[in-house]
C-alpha cells in the first residue's frame, strides 16, 4: 500500500493526506510540552523569589523534571506499543497540562519541586508516542523529512518560551505562564484524541497479537545497532545539551558579552535549528537514499569541529556569525538518528525502542553540564570548555561508525528475526 492510499480505517474514510495531519497532531504535542519544559528558564528567578528559594538551589527544580523526563521515556515506549500512538499521546499531553497548571499555583518550594517531577513524567511520554504515530503512518524512506519536522518541536518550544513567557511575568506574574501553556495543553490534548487514528503498523501489530505473537522487548537488549545508536546518541546531547546550558554564561564570564548578545547567539543558535532539521532529512530522503549513518557522522564530525572553533572566538559579532553554523550542526544528526532507531527493530517494539534510546540520549544532556562547569570552574577557560563539549560529538561520531544501517528500498524495512537483533 502506497503512503498516499493510506486511509483512517477506524472511520472508513479515505483521507490521503490524513498523514500529515497525524504528523501535525505529534508535532503540536511534542512542542507543547517541550514549550512547558522551556518555561522554566524565563521563569526561574521569579520562581525562586515567590517561594523563597535561593538561586543556588533553583537547580532542584530543573532535576526533578528531568528525572520525571528520564524515567518516563524509559518506560512510555511500552505503552505505545501496548496500547498505541494516539492513547499516549493524549494521556502525555493532558497530563502534562494539569500539572504546568498546578505548579502555578503552588506555594512552597517542596511542592513545586514534586510537581516538577509530575511534568517531566508526562511530558516525557510524547516522544515515543509522537514516533510511534509518525512510524506507523509513513514508510521509511520518507521518514527523514517527517522526523526532521517533528523534532523542530524543541527549538521552536525554547523560541517560544523565551519570547512569550518573559511578557506575560511582566504583564500578570510567573504563575499566569503556568496557568497560560498548561490550559493549551489541556485543549489540544483533547482534540487530538478525537483526531488522531492509528496507522496501519498498528494494525498490523494488533493481527499479530491476535495470530499470537507478543513484542519481543527482549531483542532490544541484544540489539547491537540499538545500543550503539543510543551511545551515539548519548554523546551527541552532551556536546547539544551542554552547549545550551552554559554558553549563555560561558560568553557573559568568559568574554564579557552582555546577556542580551549572549540571548541573541542561542536564539539564532535555535532559529537555524528549526529550519535546519526538516531541510536535512528531506535532502537524505531525497538523495542519499533514505540513508542516516553517513550523513549523522559527517554532521557529527562538524559539530565537533565548530564548537572547537567557537571556542576560539572572543568578539559579539564573531558568536553572531558562527551561530547559525553551529546550529545546523548542533542539530541537524537529530531527525537521523530519530528515524534511524524504529529501521533497527521490528514494528511492534518501535515505540519502547524509541522511549528507550532518547531516555538514554537524555543522560548526555544530564551528565554534560555538570564536566563542562567543573572544567571551566577548574580553569577559568572558555576554550577548554568548548573542547571538553566537542569529545562528545566526536566520539558519537566514532560510535555512529561501527553501527550496520540497512538502507531501505521502497516500502522495506527489517522484517526477519536475525536482522532486528
Same mark, same amino acid.
Given at each position: ?13 479515505? /483521507? ?9 497532531? #505529534?508535532?503540536?504535542?511534542?512542542? %507543547? ?13 521569579? &520562581? ?12 532542584? +527544580? ?20 501496548? +496500547? ?26 517542596? &511542592? ?20 510511534? =504515530?509518525?512510524? *506507523?503512518? +509513513? ?8 522526523? $526532521? ?9 525554547? #523560541?517560544?518560551?523565551? %519570547?512569550? &513567557? ?37 494494525? @498490523? ?12 522487548? $527482549? ?20 556536546? /547539544? ?18 546577556? @542580551? ?13 528549526? =529550519? ?22 559527517? =554532521? ?7 564548537? /572547537? ?24 544528526? *537529530?531527525? =537521523? ?63 555512529? %561508525?561501527?553501527?550496520? @544501517?540497512? &538502507? ?14
Amino acid at each position: 500500500m502506497s503512503s498516499t492510499e493510506i486511509t483512517a480505517t477506524t472511520s472508513g474514510i479515505r /483521507l490521503p493526506g490524513y498523514r500529515w495531519l497525524v504528523l501535525l497532531a #505529534a508535532w503540536l504535542s511534542f512542542t %507543547l510540552t517541550s514549550i512547558d519544559r522551556s518555561t522554566w528558564g524565563p521563569a526561574s528567578v521569579f &520562581v525562586g523569589d515567590s517561594l523563597a528559594v535561593p538561586i543556588a538551589s533553583l537547580g532542584a +527544580f530543573a532535576t526533578a523534571y528531568y528525572i520525571g523526563y528520564v524515567v518516563s521515556n524509559a518506560l512510555s515506549g511500552f505503552a505505545a506499543d501496548a +496500547f498505541g500512538g494516539r492513547i499516549v499521546l493524549t494521556i502525555s499531553l493532558l497530563g502534562a497540562g494539569v500539572a504546568m497548571f498546578m505548579f502555578g499555583s503552588a506555594t512552597s518550594p517542596v &511542592v513545586g519541586i514534586a510537581i516538577q517531577a509530575v511534568v517531566g513524567f508526562f511530558a516525557g511520554a510524547d516522544y515515543s508516542a509522537g514516533i510511534r =504515530l509518525i512510524t *506507523s503512518w +509513513f514508510r521509511p524512506r520518507e521518514q527523514g523529512l517527517a522526523m $526532521g519536522i517533528f523534532t523542530t518541536a524543541t527549538s521552536l518550544g525554547t #523560541a517560544v518560551a523565551n %519570547l512569550v &513567557v518573559p511578557a506575560l511575568i511582566t504583564q500578570s506574574g510567573w504563575q499566569t505562564s503556568y496557568h497560560v501553556f498548561g490550559a493549551i495543553s489541556v485543549v489540544v490534548a483533547i482534540a487530538l484524541f478525537f483526531t488522531v487514528r492509528p496507522g496501519p503498523l498498528l494494525e @498490523e501489530r494488533a493481527l499479530n497479537r491476535e495470530a499470537g505473537k507478543k513484542p519481543e522487548f $527482549g531483542s532490544l537488549a541484544r540489539n547491537r545497532n540499538l545500543i550503539l545508536t543510543c551511545l551515539a546518541g548519548l554523546c551527541a546531547f552532551w556536546g /547539544l545539551y551542554g552547549f545550551v546550558t552554559w554558553s549563555n554564561a560561558l560568553m557573559i564570564k568568559g568574554h564579557s558579552i552582555d546577556p @542580551e548578545t549572549a540571548g541573541l547567539v542561542v536564539a539564532i543558535f535555535a532559529i537555524s535549528a528549526i =529550519l535546519a532539521k526538516p531541510a536535512i532529512g528531506f535532502v537524505t530522503d531525497r538523495f542519499f537514499k533514505g540513508a542516516r549513518k553517513g550523513p549523522t557522522i559527517v =554532521l557529527l564530525g562538524l559539530f565537533g569541529l565548530i564548537l /572547537l572553533l567557537f571556542g576560539t572566538l572572543e568578539t559579539s559579532i564573531a558568536f553572531i556569525i558562527a551561530a547559525p553554523f553551529l546550529g545546523i550542526a548542533a542539530y541537524g544528526w *537529530s531527525p =537521523l538518528l530519530v528515524s534511524l532507531v524504529p529501521r533497527l527493530v521490528r514494528s511492534s517494539v518501535t515505540g519502547a525502542a524509541s522511549g528507550l534510546a532518547n531516555a538514554v540520549w537524555q543522560l548526555g544532556s544530564v551528565f554534560a553540564p555538570m564536566a563542562v562547569g567543573a572544567v571551566f570552574a577548574a580553569t577559568g577557560s572558555f576554550n577548554a570548555a568548548f573542547i571538553t563539549l566537542a569529545v562528545g560529538p566526536f566520539l558519537g561520531a566514532i560510535v555512529m %561508525l561501527f553501527v550496520r @544501517e540497512k &538502507v531501505p528500498g521502497a516500502a522495506s524495512t527489517i522484517t526477519t528475526k536475525k536482522e532486528a537483533e
